[in-house]
């Protein structure tokens, strides 16, 4: 295959509520740019394909795999990292379970898995354990055994539902 | 292994005109990219032969879900999230919604849209069974215009479709037809989440007096492109359902599929459980034939014209009749009478004074305008306490009738169930006091409680 010069350019869309612009090949994936340039690297790389759910940002309010975008299609977009989820009392609620429940060992999964819990309780403040399995169906883990990062979830559900 | 993205040209056009002239440029072949869950995994592993692509993500035109009378119109773009959060389409056709549900995992159905599901060309596709079994069609666009393709038609082999190299799906229509049918659709695949396929079963049934009176049943997995079991459809029609006509059936349909060994299961498991879930489906429409017997459920699947006639017994005026026939599919009772109510409010006073035609005069029993047969008797049973009246409150009603008619030159309409004849004849000589204006519409009124209380007979018939 004859390489073809890509130019980079300048794409800008907004971090953690800061307007960012980086100068990138369009190609190049939202993972590595939000890693390698703005040095967030608490979004992390397992498959690379979509499957475990290491890299999971929110873009737009929704939950996907930063390894599946390529940087242009966030031209644009907000994106939210688990950097930025600080604030958010709902994600505050979903960490401290995750810490109580024993809920992460390692941490590579645990971005993802806070991010893909907070998805599923922003659309279903009271899920059923079967909504909480399917929520986090795209997040492997290799250390915890799954069940206490869903008994973790459900406390922080019925914690919320508690202040709300 | 990895690709280097500095081999990459990638595009993102603000609009569709825009897309599809790039798409005709001469020398130059740009390979759309939508929500990147396929294609971006071939780039990940280095195996992304496009070097040029063209993202569609976020064209505006692609993404609309568009209901319309007799079908809905599913843009290309549209993701899995937005397929199983579309209401009518959980309703109307749950057999895609709960294919979306199977695609990989929340995420993944996040970005992944219907249209890439059919350009990749799987035959495990998560939705292509359902969009074989409602006999979709896909509408296919280009700088040349557009045309429709059944989408039966389109995966024409492995990886082979129908599109040319200029050309985008636009939008995937399916008919709105199916709300008499039982919908059932089952994936087998090593776990709920992220497995590709072993068998994707989408099945559909209408039975008529415990037969078979029409039967879809699609796979995917089990053979180059998904498939319609014909000779197990065949087999089927017509007949009575029971055990045996099951039996049958299962094995007609494990012999008629033509799956392979590969990395995910055998060719003799596939067709084994093939023919379980064909068994499975089929128990189910055996076990359930009143969810598809119900007056509702047939009328929902008749033609329009047909439609509109059977519910002009509720209500004389053919106006309300067509736009009744319009709104269907009609889920329960309380949408018919909702979509009833709402029909009424639309209606102009020429439609009211044709539903007031069909009905018989107050002690009278026959109407001045032909009324169906089905009006003449509900007419008599509404007013049957009328007409139990003595020969007094008789005479008084036809004289009250005959001033009526010359002041309004119409007959006097009044819901009358319930009714006795002493009742009628006190709200008919309030009624002569009204202007010309206030009558038509306290009528209209009375003839609105009418049609919601045929509506209700005619349901639970």
């Known amino acids: ?164 | 292994m990895r690709s280097n993205p500095a081999e990459f040209e990638m595009v993102a056009p603000a609009d569709l005109p825009s897309a599809l002239s790039l798409l005709t440029a001469a020398g130059e072949r740009w390979t759309p990219i939508a929500g990147g869950t396929d294609l971006m995994v071939q780039y990940a592993a280095g195996h992304l032969h496009a070097r040029r692509l063209m993202s569609i993500a976020r064209l505006p035109e692609l993404r609309r879900v568009e209901v319309l009378a007799d079908e809905i119109q599913i843009g290309a773009g549209a993701t899995y999230t937005d397929l199983r959060g579309n209401e009518t389409i959980a309703r109307e056709l749950p057999l895609l919604a709960q294919a979306a549900g199977w695609v990989g995992c929340i995420s993944n159905q996040n970005r992944g849209t219907i249209g890439g599901n059919i350009v990749n060309a799987s035959p495990a596709g998560d939705s292509l069974p359902a969009l074989l079994a409602y006999g979709a069609e896909l509408i296919l666009v280009s700088a040349r215009g557009e045309r429709r393709v059944p989408y039966g038609k389109f995966h024409t082999g492995y990886k082979k479709m129908e599109l040319a190299e200029d050309e985008l799906i636009r939008a995937v229509c399916v008919p709105r037809k199916f709300a008499g049918y039982l919908q059932h659709a089952r994936k087998i695949g090593t776990r709920n989440a992220q497995a590709v396929s072993k068998i994707a079963l989408a099945a559909l049934a209408r039975m008529e007096n415990g037969a078979v009176a029409d039967v879809r049943i699609s796979l995917g997995s089990v053979a180059p492109v998904p498939m319609r079991l014909a000779a197990t459809e065949g087999f089927l029609a017509g007949k009575s359902l029971d055990a045996d006509l099951i039996a049958g059936a299962a094995k007609m349909a494990a012999g008629e599929v033509k799956p392979i060994d590969d990395i995910r299961s055998t060719a003799r498991y596939r067709a084994a459980v093939v023919g379980n879930l064909v068994a499975e489906f089929l128990e189910r429409l055996l076990a359930q034939p009143e969810a598809n017997g119900t007056v509702l459920a047939r009328w929902n699947a008749l033609e329009a014209g047909e439609a509109a006639g059977e519910i002009l017994a509720c209500c004389g005026s053919r106006a309300w009749a067509r736009e009744m026939a319009a709104r269907r599919p009609l889920a329960d009772e309380t949408a018919v009478l909702a979509a009833s109510d709402a029909v009424c409010a639309s209606l102009r006073d020429e439609d009211w004074l044709e539903a007031f035609r069909a009905h018989p005069r107050i002690g009278e029993k026959k109407a001045e305008a032909a009324a169906p047969k089905q009006s003449a008797a509900w007419s008599a049973q509404e007013q049957s306490a009328a007409s139990a009246a003595d020969e007094k409150t008789k005479a008084a009603l036809a004289e009250g009738n005959r001033e009526y008619e010359r002041r309004f030159g119409r007959i006097f309409i009044v819901c009358a169930t319930g009714k006795t004849s002493a009742e009628i004849l006190a709200i008919l000589r309030k009624r002569l006091q009204n202007d010309a204006v206030t009558e038509l519409r306290e009528s209209a009124e009375e003839q609105r409680q009418i049609a919601q209380l045929r509506l209700k007979k005619w349901l639970r018939a």
Do not use: W
């Open chain 1, 1 to 164: 295959m004859t390489k073809r010069g890509a130019t980079k350019r300048d794409i800008t869309f907004t971090v953690n509520g800061e307007r960012k612009t980086v100068c990138a090949f369009p190609m190049e994936r939202l993972l590595d740019v939000l890693r390698e340039q703005l040095g967030l690297t608490g979004t992390k790389e397992g498959c690379g394909e979509g499957e475990c759910g290491a890299c999971s940002v929110f873009m737009d309010g929704v939950l996907v795999d930063s390894c599946l975008v390529p940087v242009l299609q966030a031209e644009g977009a907000s994106v939210v990292t688990i950097e930025g989820l600080g604030a958010d009392a709902r994600a505050r609620a979903v960490q401290d379970a995750f810490l109580e429940y024993g809920g992460a060992q390692c941490g590579i999964c645990t971005p993802g898995m806070v991010l893909a819990a907070v998805h599923l309780l922003r659309a279903k403040s009271a899920p059923t354990m079967d909504e909480i399995r399917e929520g986090l169906a795209g997040n492997l883990c290799r250390c915890t055994g799954y069940l206490q990062i869903l008994e973790a979830v459900a406390a922080a559900a019925r914690k919320s539902a508690g202040q709300g």
